[in-house]
């Protein structure tokens, strides 16, 4: 409901719905559900576009696929953003794409900062990482590689994540 009712506000501030009364919701130009599938396939079919935002755009065009049924309650969203428990779907997201890279790499720099200063302080130290919302394990595997010099002085590196499906993931991961 707070979903629906947001996307519905968001798109009437974008001009792409009008809203002639209470609770009613037209489009703002006349578009039938065809026309805007075909839109998205053009999308869906531009390479250049696709290879930017590949992961982002298969994981909206199975949530399109979908929709109806999501937003009347007969499928449950996590079923199609993790079917069968797997990660697939949205590990590209956090991972192998130039948004995603940039910042796992500040954040491992930053950590490495951090990790180096301590030791230059201490040389005995160890050092305990929690890592908060760990997810599909993108930041994590460029953290372990960027640590691995490290590793005589990491006592623990905790890995957590709200979803056992994740964590799953991520021991399957460490094991290669």
Known sequence: GPWLASSLEALVQRGLLVQPGPGLYAPAAAMSATALRQDWDRVMADGQALAQHRAHCLLVDAVLAVLPDILSGQVQTTSVLFPDASVAA?????KNNRLSDY???????SLLAEADARLQRDPAARLRIFEIGAGTGGTSALLFDRL?????HIG?????????AFLLHAQQQCRR
């Open 103 to 109: 910042y796992n790499e500040v954040l491992a720099e």
């Open 156 to 164: 623990e590196y905790v890995y957590s994540d709200l979803s056992n």
């Open 148 to 152: 691995a010099p490290q590793a005589a």
């Open 90 to 94: 949205v590990e590209g997201i956090y």
